[in-house]
């Protein structure tokens, strides 16, 4: 039977690139974001293996919905991608605005969190995979950046959250991309990373063997 992966941030950049890339590889892919009709029109794209599921991850009701709805059509979740994430129009602490700290820590660690304990029970019931896309932001200092701070936490997080998953077979894996050319950009960046890059190391951490739980990949511009 196929394996099923819920990504969130499915509607444009790594996770628009991922459902594709999994549902290539063979897998079930259940999309979720905000944007109803980009995630309509991917899952029409891939085919009866890809379903729509649209959700704010910044309320752990909608998430906990859109996993029992996935567990509901392809009966089981056997991985689940964090990915979505956000950054801010003002750089810097002294020049910062709180109210964008405010919603960027809301989706970069708090809906991180409610993933995770909402998708807990479902992996649990699989042996199942837990993927988060954190940064090169993340693993090195950035001045002011409170960005990179969100992604420092995203990795320390990973760590701590592989050990309790390791207690029933559940394995983590922290993908950690330099510069990706996405829409989180205003400009493009034909250079850099290509989504389909980091869409490609995701399908090879759930393509392990049980033996080999791949923690980290952390994925660097070529340019
Ligand atoms: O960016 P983009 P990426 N609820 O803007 C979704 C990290 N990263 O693919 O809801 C649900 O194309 C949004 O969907 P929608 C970055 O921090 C990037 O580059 O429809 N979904 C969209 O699908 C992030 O964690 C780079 O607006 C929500 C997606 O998030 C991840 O990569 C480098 C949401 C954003 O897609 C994917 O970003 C790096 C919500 N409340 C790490 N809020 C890079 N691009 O250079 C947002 O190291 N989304």
Redesign the pocket.
Known sequence: MAKTILI????????EATARAAAKAGWNVAL????KD?IEALADEIGDTALALP????KLDETRQALDKATEHFGGVDAVYA?????VEKPGVETGDPQEWHDMIH??IL?VLYSAHAAIPHLKKTKGHFLV?G???GRDTFKGSVYSAT?HFVHGFGENLAEEMREWGGRVTVI?????N????DEPKPSKIQ?EDVANAVVYAISQPDTAAVREIYIMPND
């Not at 979720?32 to 944007?35: G, L, M, N, P």
């Not at 959700?55 to 910044?58: G, I, W």
């Not at 990915?83 to 950054?87: D, E």
């Not at 996405?182 to 950009?185: E, G, I, L, Q």
């Open positions: 969130t941030g499915a509607s444009s950049g790594i996770g979720c974001a905000r944007s980009k959700c704010d991850v910044t990915n979505a994430g956000t950054g989706v970069n809906a896309t940064s090169k932001a992604k950690a991309p330099g510069m990706v996405t829409a989180f950009f989504p």
